[in-house]
């Protein structure tokens, strides 16, 4: 895709890092990114990609803006409290950058609607707080051959990931059952999951631009509270279910 001079102004800066440059930026407008869900790190995840240029985002989630999520969702408002999340989330986003498509889809992630979502975009970001919306797009992500970036927080802790079907583990291989601990509330400060949610989005930047080294095979652990990170090796699991050579 050509870009309009308007865009070049907007995103010259961008241009300028290494192995990114005009070309990079035209593989962006091009590209569409699934964003599950749109709170505290799917939010800030969104709203990288759309600063970057991503030409489509949709946007997945269902239910209204409560005041408990005001301290994180930053996508949502005050205003908007009792009014559908991922509609707010879209008016932001259409206001900030009218250059790209927003797409809102006022639905969770399920069995009966991964397929068709995935199917539709060229990446995926996964930030739904429950692990069956996140094993349903997994499974999809990995039939379909759509990448997926992988992205959890928990109280000052942060976990990134990158999924590459057929050339890199996937959330099945790392989780082959739902973590024991993994709770549907848990405690959050918004900024580790601004955080989680911006390393997320130049994971899917890097993918869909052609550049960079993205977290394939490799878990990110982030110690916020320490100050401190560390990287973990995920190992391909050829007997997988999901992504294995029988799958």
Same mark, same amino acid.
């Given at each position: 895709m050509n870009l309009t001079d308007t865009e070049r102004s907007k995103y010259e800066w961008q241009f300028a890092v290494d192995g990114f440059g005009e070309g990079g930026q035209r593989k962006l407008k091009a590209s569409s990114v699934l964003v599950s869900r749109s709170g505290g790190v799917g939010g800030a995840a969104a709203w990288q990609l759309a600063a970057a240029g +991503?030409?489509?985002?949709?946007?997945?989630?269902?239910?209204? +803006?409560?005041?408990?999520?005001?301290?994180?969702?930053?996508?949502m408002e005050y205003g908007a409290i009792g009014r559908s999340r991922v509609e707010q989330a879209a008016a932001h986003l259409r206001a900030f950058n009218p250059h790209i498509v927003i797409e809102a889809v006022p639905e969770n992630i399920s069995d009966a609607n991964a397929a068709l979502l995935v199917g539709g975009v060229d990446l995926v970001v996964d930030a739904a707080p429950l692990f069956e919306e996140r094993y349903a797009m997994n499974r999809a992500a990995a039939h379909l051959g759509k990448p997926m970036v992988e992205a959890a927080m928990n109280a000052m802790e942060g976990y990134c990931t990158t999924f590459l079907p057929g050339k890199s583990s996937c959330l099945a291989c790392l989780y082959p059952e739902k973590p024991p601990q993994w709770k549907r509330q848990f405690p959050v400060?918004?900024?580790?999951?601004?955080t989680v949610g911006s390393i997320a989005a130049m994971e899917a930047i890097k993918v869909l631009g052609g550049f960079g080294k993205p977290l394939a095979d490799r878990l990110l652990v982030l110690d916020l509270g320490a100050g401190n990170s560390r990287i973990l090796k995920i190992r391909r699991d050829p007997q997988c279910p999901v992504c294995g050579l029988n799958a």
């Open positions: +991503v030409g489509r985002i949709v946007l997945a989630h269902a239910g209204n +803006v409560k005041p408990s999520d005001l301290n994180r969702q930053t996508l400060f918004g900024a580790v999951a601004a």
